[in-house]
Protein backbone atom coordinates (compact mmCIF):
# COMPACT_ATOMS: atom_id res chain seq x y z
CA UNK A 1 0.00 0.00 0.00
CA UNK A 2 1.62 3.59 -0.60
CA UNK A 3 0.36 6.43 0.65
CA UNK A 4 1.42 9.31 3.67
CA UNK A 5 0.41 8.46 6.72
CA UNK A 6 -0.25 10.77 10.12
CA UNK A 7 0.61 10.03 13.58
CA UNK A 8 -2.87 11.09 15.27
CA UNK A 9 -4.47 10.21 19.00
CA UNK A 10 -7.55 9.27 19.72
CA UNK A 11 -8.55 12.24 21.82
CA UNK A 12 -12.41 11.12 22.35
CA UNK A 13 -14.50 8.09 21.96
CA UNK A 14 -18.48 8.30 22.23
CA UNK A 15 -21.34 5.09 22.13
CA UNK A 16 -22.98 6.81 19.31
CA UNK A 17 -26.10 3.75 19.47
CA UNK A 18 -26.11 -0.03 19.92
CA UNK A 19 -22.81 -1.56 18.57
CA UNK A 20 -21.37 1.88 17.14
CA UNK A 21 -18.89 3.92 18.27
CA UNK A 22 -17.31 7.32 17.13
CA UNK A 23 -13.49 8.69 17.28
CA UNK A 24 -12.35 11.44 17.34
CA UNK A 25 -8.64 11.49 16.10
CA UNK A 26 -6.47 14.45 16.59
CA UNK A 27 -2.48 15.04 15.48
CA UNK A 28 0.11 13.57 18.03
CA UNK A 29 2.51 16.36 16.61
CA UNK A 30 0.04 19.40 16.91
CA UNK A 31 -0.10 20.34 13.96
CA UNK A 32 -2.69 20.62 11.33
CA UNK A 33 -4.59 17.86 9.57
CA UNK A 34 -5.14 17.50 5.74
CA UNK A 35 -8.25 19.06 4.92
CA UNK A 36 -10.40 17.04 3.53
CA UNK A 37 -13.97 16.90 1.21
CA UNK A 38 -17.04 15.52 1.96
CA UNK A 39 -17.02 12.02 1.06
CA UNK A 40 -13.71 11.53 2.19
CA UNK A 41 -12.18 8.46 3.57
CA UNK A 42 -8.89 7.45 5.63
CA UNK A 43 -7.22 4.23 5.96
CA UNK A 44 -6.74 3.46 9.25
CA UNK A 45 -3.66 1.05 10.81
CA UNK A 46 -5.23 -1.50 13.31
CA UNK A 47 -3.42 -3.78 16.03
CA UNK A 48 -2.26 -6.69 14.02
CA UNK A 49 -1.12 -5.02 10.99
CA UNK A 50 -5.28 -4.53 9.38
CA UNK A 51 -5.73 -1.91 7.58
CA UNK A 52 -9.43 -0.93 7.25
CA UNK A 53 -11.51 2.48 5.48
CA UNK A 54 -13.41 4.54 7.51
CA UNK A 55 -15.42 7.60 6.05
CA UNK A 56 -14.51 11.21 7.76
CA UNK A 57 -17.82 12.23 9.11
CA UNK A 58 -16.95 15.63 10.98
CA UNK A 59 -17.70 18.91 9.04
CA UNK A 60 -15.25 19.40 6.15
CA UNK A 61 -12.75 22.37 6.52
CA UNK A 62 -12.10 21.50 9.83
CA UNK A 63 -8.59 20.29 10.69
CA UNK A 64 -7.82 20.04 13.43
CA UNK A 65 -9.98 16.84 14.44
CA UNK A 66 -10.79 13.95 12.00
CA UNK A 67 -14.13 12.09 13.25
CA UNK A 68 -14.96 8.73 12.09
CA UNK A 69 -18.22 6.06 13.31
CA UNK A 70 -17.59 2.73 13.39
CA UNK A 71 -19.84 -0.32 13.58
CA UNK A 72 -19.17 -3.46 15.73
CA UNK A 73 -19.91 -5.91 13.03
CA UNK A 74 -20.37 -9.97 13.74
CA UNK A 75 -19.06 -10.52 10.70
CA UNK A 76 -15.95 -8.51 10.01
CA UNK A 77 -12.44 -10.13 9.62
CA UNK A 78 -11.16 -8.01 12.76
CA UNK A 79 -11.41 -4.88 11.81
CA UNK A 80 -14.88 -3.47 13.64
CA UNK A 81 -13.55 -5.51 16.87
CA UNK A 82 -10.40 -3.89 16.88
CA UNK A 83 -11.49 -0.38 16.93
CA UNK A 84 -13.96 -1.00 19.75
CA UNK A 85 -11.67 -3.23 21.75
CA UNK A 86 -8.21 -1.73 21.23
CA UNK A 87 -9.17 2.15 20.21
CA UNK A 88 -9.23 3.49 23.99
CA UNK A 89 -8.89 6.99 24.15
CA UNK A 90 -5.35 8.18 24.35
CA UNK A 91 -4.38 5.45 21.66
CA UNK A 92 -1.69 6.48 18.78
CA UNK A 93 -2.12 5.04 15.70
CA UNK A 94 -1.62 5.97 12.27
CA UNK A 95 -3.46 6.98 9.18
CA UNK A 96 -3.82 8.15 5.77
CA UNK A 97 -4.25 11.12 4.58
CA UNK A 98 -7.77 11.42 3.14
CA UNK A 99 -8.77 9.84 0.01
CA UNK A 100 -12.06 10.90 -1.64
CA UNK A 101 -13.57 8.22 -4.58
CA UNK A 102 -17.35 9.95 -3.31
CA UNK A 103 -17.39 13.47 -3.84
CA UNK A 104 -19.96 15.92 -4.34
CA UNK A 105 -21.13 17.33 -7.70
CA UNK A 106 -21.68 21.05 -6.21
CA UNK A 107 -23.34 22.04 -9.58
CA UNK A 108 -26.06 20.25 -9.01
CA UNK A 109 -29.79 21.79 -8.20
CA UNK A 110 -30.53 19.13 -5.39
CA UNK A 111 -28.72 16.37 -3.46
CA UNK A 112 -30.71 13.47 -2.52
CA UNK A 113 -28.46 11.65 0.51
CA UNK A 114 -29.73 7.91 1.30
CA UNK A 115 -28.24 6.11 3.94
CA UNK A 116 -28.45 2.54 5.44
CA UNK A 117 -27.69 2.15 9.01
CA UNK A 118 -23.52 3.52 8.90
CA UNK A 119 -23.37 4.38 5.73
CA UNK A 120 -24.79 7.86 7.48
CA UNK A 121 -21.02 8.19 7.84
CA UNK A 122 -20.12 10.42 4.36
CA UNK A 123 -23.84 11.27 4.18
CA UNK A 124 -23.25 13.19 7.19
CA UNK A 125 -20.06 14.91 6.29
CA UNK A 126 -21.80 15.97 3.03
CA UNK A 127 -24.59 17.39 4.82
CA UNK A 128 -22.93 19.84 6.91
CA UNK A 129 -20.90 20.78 3.79
CA UNK A 130 -23.98 21.58 2.17
CA UNK A 131 -25.78 22.92 4.91
CA UNK A 132 -22.73 25.46 4.94
CA UNK A 133 -22.75 26.40 1.75
CA UNK A 134 -26.91 26.88 1.52
CA UNK A 135 -27.42 24.24 -1.02
CA UNK A 136 -30.53 22.52 -1.42
CA UNK A 137 -30.35 18.57 -0.06
CA UNK A 138 -32.28 16.09 1.47
CA UNK A 139 -31.07 13.26 4.12
CA UNK A 140 -33.07 9.78 4.30
CA UNK A 141 -31.16 7.37 7.28
CA UNK A 142 -32.61 3.92 7.36
CA UNK A 143 -32.09 2.23 10.26
CA UNK A 144 -33.23 -1.39 11.97
CA UNK A 145 -34.60 1.07 14.83
CA UNK A 146 -33.78 4.22 16.77
CA UNK A 147 -31.38 1.93 19.41
CA UNK A 148 -29.33 1.55 16.32
CA UNK A 149 -29.36 4.87 14.73
CA UNK A 150 -26.39 6.27 15.26
CA UNK A 151 -25.50 10.65 15.45
CA UNK A 152 -29.20 11.22 16.21
CA UNK A 153 -28.21 14.00 18.65
CA UNK A 154 -25.96 15.31 16.43
CA UNK A 155 -28.56 15.56 13.60
CA UNK A 156 -31.30 16.77 16.05
CA UNK A 157 -29.44 20.19 17.02
CA UNK A 158 -27.75 20.46 13.64
CA UNK A 159 -28.62 23.13 11.60
CA UNK A 160 -29.92 20.73 8.69
CA UNK A 161 -32.37 18.92 11.27
CA UNK A 162 -35.53 19.81 8.89
CA UNK A 163 -33.98 18.28 6.03
CA UNK A 164 -33.69 15.29 7.62
CA UNK A 165 -35.66 11.87 8.01
CA UNK A 166 -35.21 8.90 9.84
CA UNK A 167 -37.00 5.34 8.74
CA UNK A 168 -37.10 2.85 11.69
CA UNK A 169 -37.57 -1.12 10.19
CA UNK A 170 -39.30 -1.76 13.65
CA UNK A 171 -41.69 1.18 13.61
CA UNK A 172 -45.09 1.74 11.75
CA UNK A 173 -45.04 1.00 8.42
CA UNK A 174 -46.49 4.47 6.97
CA UNK A 175 -43.19 6.35 8.56
CA UNK A 176 -40.55 3.68 6.21
CA UNK A 177 -38.66 4.66 3.24
CA UNK A 178 -40.70 5.08 0.55
CA UNK A 179 -38.08 4.71 -2.14
CA UNK A 180 -40.21 4.80 -5.33
CA UNK A 181 -41.87 8.55 -4.49
CA UNK A 182 -38.81 9.72 -3.09
CA UNK A 183 -37.35 9.14 -6.34
CA UNK A 184 -39.93 10.32 -8.45
CA UNK A 185 -40.59 13.49 -5.90
CA UNK A 186 -37.24 14.64 -6.25
CA UNK A 187 -36.34 18.14 -8.33
CA UNK A 188 -34.54 17.60 -12.04
CA UNK A 189 -31.58 17.15 -12.26
CA UNK A 190 -31.14 15.92 -8.58
CA UNK A 191 -27.56 13.85 -7.90
CA UNK A 192 -28.44 10.74 -6.06
CA UNK A 193 -25.83 9.45 -2.95
CA UNK A 194 -25.85 6.20 -1.18
CA UNK A 195 -24.18 4.38 1.16
CA UNK A 196 -24.71 1.35 3.59
CA UNK A 197 -25.59 -2.45 3.57
CA UNK A 198 -24.84 -3.92 -0.13
CA UNK A 199 -28.51 -4.71 -0.19
CA UNK A 200 -29.63 -1.40 0.53
CA UNK A 201 -27.60 0.08 -2.09
CA UNK A 202 -28.52 -2.44 -4.37
CA UNK A 203 -32.32 -1.94 -3.90
CA UNK A 204 -31.79 2.46 -4.21
CA UNK A 205 -29.71 2.02 -7.38
CA UNK A 206 -32.00 -0.23 -8.95
CA UNK A 207 -34.73 1.72 -8.13
CA UNK A 208 -33.08 4.42 -9.68
CA UNK A 209 -32.27 3.43 -12.71
CA UNK A 210 -35.52 1.64 -13.67
CA UNK A 211 -36.97 5.30 -12.68
CA UNK A 212 -34.72 5.99 -15.77
CA UNK A 213 -31.68 8.43 -13.60
CA UNK A 214 -29.10 8.30 -15.54
CA UNK A 215 -25.94 6.67 -14.14
CA UNK A 216 -23.70 10.48 -14.29
CA UNK A 217 -26.44 10.92 -11.24
CA UNK A 218 -26.01 8.00 -9.39
CA UNK A 219 -22.91 8.44 -6.96
CA UNK A 220 -22.37 5.49 -4.22
CA UNK A 221 -19.70 4.36 -1.94
CA UNK A 222 -19.66 0.59 -0.73
CA UNK A 223 -18.06 -0.74 2.61
CA UNK A 224 -15.12 -2.70 2.83
CA UNK A 225 -15.56 -6.45 1.03
CA UNK A 226 -13.84 -9.56 1.89
CA UNK A 227 -10.19 -9.61 -0.17
CA UNK A 228 -10.55 -11.16 -3.41
CA UNK A 229 -9.79 -15.07 -3.86
CA UNK A 230 -10.18 -16.85 -7.37
CA UNK A 231 -13.32 -18.85 -7.97
CA UNK A 232 -11.98 -23.02 -8.45
CA UNK A 233 -12.73 -22.86 -11.89
CA UNK A 234 -10.62 -19.79 -12.66
CA UNK A 235 -7.38 -20.14 -15.28
CA UNK A 236 -4.67 -18.09 -15.45
CA UNK A 237 -3.60 -15.45 -18.00
CA UNK A 238 -1.08 -12.48 -18.85
CA UNK A 239 -1.07 -9.00 -18.75
CA UNK A 240 1.29 -6.68 -20.74
CA UNK A 241 2.71 -3.06 -19.52
CA UNK A 242 1.68 -0.78 -22.59
CA UNK A 243 4.68 1.30 -21.99
CA UNK A 244 7.42 -1.48 -22.01
CA UNK A 245 5.77 -4.44 -23.55
CA UNK A 246 6.68 -6.67 -20.26
CA UNK A 247 4.85 -9.73 -20.15
CA UNK A 248 3.93 -11.13 -16.79
CA UNK A 249 1.88 -14.13 -16.23
CA UNK A 250 -1.25 -14.62 -13.53
CA UNK A 251 -1.58 -17.75 -11.77
CA UNK A 252 -5.11 -19.00 -11.46
CA UNK A 253 -4.71 -19.18 -7.47
CA UNK A 254 -3.42 -15.76 -7.94
CA UNK A 255 -4.88 -11.90 -8.39
CA UNK A 256 -4.12 -9.68 -10.81
CA UNK A 257 -3.13 -7.44 -8.02
CA UNK A 258 -0.74 -9.71 -6.57
CA UNK A 259 1.17 -11.02 -9.92
CA UNK A 260 1.74 -7.04 -10.59
CA UNK A 261 3.31 -6.75 -6.84
CA UNK A 262 5.00 -9.89 -7.22
CA UNK A 263 6.68 -8.59 -10.52
CA UNK A 264 7.77 -5.21 -8.64
CA UNK A 265 5.61 -2.94 -10.21
CA UNK A 266 4.16 0.10 -8.19
CA UNK A 267 0.07 -0.42 -8.09
CA UNK A 268 -1.57 1.54 -5.54
CA UNK A 269 -4.43 -0.46 -3.41
CA UNK A 270 -6.62 -0.24 -0.32
CA UNK A 271 -9.61 -2.47 0.20
CA UNK A 272 -8.39 -5.72 -1.96
CA UNK A 273 -11.71 -6.57 -2.25
CA UNK A 274 -13.03 -4.05 -5.61
CA UNK A 275 -15.06 -1.16 -3.28
CA UNK A 276 -12.06 1.81 -3.00
CA UNK A 277 -11.08 1.89 -6.78
CA UNK A 278 -7.68 2.97 -5.57
CA UNK A 279 -6.09 0.42 -8.06
CA UNK A 280 -7.96 1.13 -10.92
CA UNK A 281 -6.33 0.85 -13.71
CA UNK A 282 -6.58 1.16 -17.94
CA UNK A 283 -6.96 -1.34 -19.69
CA UNK A 284 -5.82 -1.18 -23.78
CA UNK A 285 -6.62 -4.33 -25.34
CA UNK A 286 -8.29 -7.21 -24.21
CA UNK A 287 -11.27 -8.27 -21.71
CA UNK A 288 -11.58 -7.93 -18.46
CA UNK A 289 -13.95 -9.80 -16.31
CA UNK A 290 -15.00 -7.57 -13.63
CA UNK A 291 -15.90 -8.97 -9.95
CA UNK A 292 -15.57 -5.27 -8.45
CA UNK A 293 -18.40 -3.63 -6.85
CA UNK A 294 -16.95 -0.13 -7.90
CA UNK A 295 -17.39 0.34 -11.39
CA UNK A 296 -20.70 1.57 -13.26
CA UNK A 297 -22.79 -1.05 -15.71
CA UNK A 298 -21.38 1.71 -18.42
CA UNK A 299 -18.03 1.52 -17.23
CA UNK A 300 -17.91 -2.09 -17.25
CA UNK A 301 -19.26 -2.37 -20.65
CA UNK A 302 -16.65 -0.06 -22.16
CA UNK A 303 -13.68 -2.41 -21.10
CA UNK A 304 -10.97 0.09 -21.04
CA UNK A 305 -10.72 -0.25 -17.28
CA UNK A 306 -10.69 -2.42 -14.30
CA UNK A 307 -9.63 -3.52 -10.82
CA UNK A 308 -7.00 -6.01 -10.46
CA UNK A 309 -7.36 -6.68 -7.19
CA UNK A 310 -10.49 -8.91 -7.82
CA UNK A 311 -11.21 -9.12 -11.58
CA UNK A 312 -9.64 -11.45 -13.87
CA UNK A 313 -9.44 -11.40 -17.90
CA UNK A 314 -12.19 -13.18 -20.08
CA UNK A 315 -9.29 -13.25 -22.96
CA UNK A 316 -5.98 -14.28 -22.82
CA UNK A 317 -4.01 -11.33 -21.99
CA UNK A 318 -5.27 -7.93 -20.73
CA UNK A 319 -2.77 -4.75 -21.87
CA UNK A 320 -2.48 -2.03 -19.05
CA UNK A 321 -1.71 1.19 -19.12
CA UNK A 322 0.64 1.25 -15.90
Known amino acids: MTSETLKVRVARRRTEAQDICSLELVPVDGNALPAFTAGAHVDVHLPGGLVRQYSLCNRPGETHRYEIGVLRDATSRGGSQAVHEALLEGTELSISAPRNLFPLHEAAPHHLLLAGGIGITPLLAMAEHLSAQGASFTLHHCTRSRERTPFL ?170
Not at 257 to 273: I, K, M
Not at 303 to 315: T, Y
Open 153 to 322: ERIAASSFAARVQHHFDDADPSQRLNLEATLAQAPAGTHLYVCGPTGFMDAVLCAARAANWPEDRLHREYFSAAPAAPAANDGGFELEIASTGRVIPVRADQTALAALLEAGLEVPFSCEGGVCGTCLTGVKAGTPDHRDQYLTPEERDAGNQFLPCCSRASSARLVLEL
